[in-house]
């Protein structure tokens, strides 16, 4: 049996459309991928770098928090004291006759 030329040519054909068009065609969108990771892998880089940054200026937040809490205690104290002194200086001026 024999095998038509016109096979033989279109084989080589086939081939040849395979290596001049779609080997390139490949290699170009397998670069373009590859460009496209690195490019994803940079971005995902200078996020984790300002993500670590949030972090450290924000841990502060919860000795914020306890400092708020321990300023309310004081003013509480503070108010308290203040309302003894001003018993202390009615006494005072009662006793002294108001001369200071």
Do not use: C
């Amino acid at each position: 049996m024999e095998i038509p030329v016109a096979v033989y040519v279109i084989w080589w054909a086939t081939l040849i459309v395979a290596v001049v068009v779609v080997l390139p065609l490949a290699v170009y969108l397998l670069h373009r991928t590859l460009r496209a990771a690195r490019q994803i892998e940079h971005y995902a880089a200078r996020a984790l770098a300002a993500g670590v940054g949030i972090a450290g200026n924000t841990k502060n937040v919860s000795a914020l928090k306890d400092t708020i809490s321990t300023a309310t205690g004081i003013l509480e104290s503070t108010n308290s004291i203040k309302g003894r002194t001003g018993a202390i200086e009615g006494v005072f001026e009662t006793r002294t006759g108001g001369a200071r």
